[in-house]
């Protein structure tokens, strides 16, 4: 497996083009913008080009803009890899939870311990709890 911790709007535009949901586009797009803005403020992982997470360092908090698997590589472990790395790197950072809004990955983030805590726009507003 290699990894690719930059922010390669290429090839993250790429990889989301093959996930099959057009949210994830729309969350590279958003995070395109926003890494213009405050570039020291992202954190991107690609592993393969087969699957990446953005984040944005908040304060206090991680906050997962994307997570994404290609069609072909769902199954492969690899979005729970980069979770794992994500909440390592929070953890790094002194950060006590990592947040997230979902429509159609809601399963899995509560499968992975984040809680629902609300409800914004027909996301589910989730939060894992990182301090333990």
Known sequence: MKFYRSFDYNRLKAIASKAGNQQIKRDVEYAKMSHYHNPEKTYCEIIDDKAFIIAQYQKGRMRI????????????????????RCVAESKKCGYTK????????????????????GIKEGDFLLELNISE
């Open 65 to 84: 803009v994307g997570l994404c698997t290609t069609v072909d590589s769902r199954g492969l472990g690899l979005a729970s890899i980069l979770l794992q």
């Open 98 to 117: 990592i947040t997230t809004r979902s429509k159609s990955g809601a399963d899995y983030y509560a499968r992975k311990g984040f809680d629902v805590v």
